[in-house]
């Protein structure tokens, strides 16, 4: 997989980074990491520039985000668990991460957007509950807009600042991300026994 992004990216240019982060969106398995971060390396050795490689993939982030927020308007909840329960290993998604993001939005509101923005996998399923809830469209731009640029803008110029080691941002965000997924799994499992106990004392 790593190969055909660059290889798409190397050939296709600004297109390339637009399609593959609104790709990402819809499939996250795609690293964004990966695809951003190479393309900041992209500035230093072709006519790429930082600026438009920021703007090209922030571009491809409201395109896949707009995509996710269209399809929760359509298909409520129990839909969605049913749809990755049936297609998750093809999208390596579980019922559980769809839920989490439908948790996730609950807890912080419109702020959810901006935020999971820089969450991984909250970062690409964070839209469909904001389409689900029926969030404004002119603040769900706002606020993905917002959030896209930060996250888009810290690993392209990441990348372009390291270079030729570019390869070795990927493995910080894969710490990162692990870091991340174990927090959640934590406040998951803190709830869970807040609402039992919380159950057993009535």
């Known amino acids: ?87 998750g290993k093809i999208l390596r998604l579980k019922p559980e991460d769809i839920r989490k993001a439908h948790a996730w939005f609950h807890k912080y509101g419109v702020w959810a957007v901006l935020i999971g923005r820089v969450i991984p996998l909250i970062r690409s399923l964070i839209s469909i509950p904001a389409g689900s809830t029926r969030m404004r469209l002119l603040p769900f731009l706002l606020f993905t807009t917002l959030g896209s640029l930060a996250w888009n803008t810290f690993l392209v110029v990441i990348g372009a600042t ?7 941002i990927v493995g910080y965000m894969d710490a990162y991300s692990n870091v991340v997924y174990a927090l959640i799994a934590l406040a998951g499992a803190g709830a869970i026994v807040y609402f039992v106990r919380k159950r057993k004392a009535r």
Do not use: C, H
Not at 7 to 17: A, R
Not at 25 to 35: T, Y
Not at 45 to 70: C, E, F, M, P, W
């Open 1 to 87: 997989m790593q190969q055909w992004i660059m290889d798409t990216m190397s050939q296709f240019g600004y297109l390339g980074i637009f399609l593959l982060i609104a790709l990402e969106n819809l499939f996250p398995p795609l690293p964004s990491e990966l695809i951003l971060s190479f393309g900041g390396f992209m500035t230093t050795s072709t006519k790429l520039t930082i600026i438009g490689v920021i703007l090209a993939s922030t571009a491809g982030s409201l395109s896949g985000a707009i995509a996710l927020y269209g399809l929760g308007r359509l298909m409520p909840l129990e839909r969605q668990v049913a749809f990755v329960a049936r297609y």
């Open 162 to 168: 390291v270079g030729a080691s570019w390869e070795s």
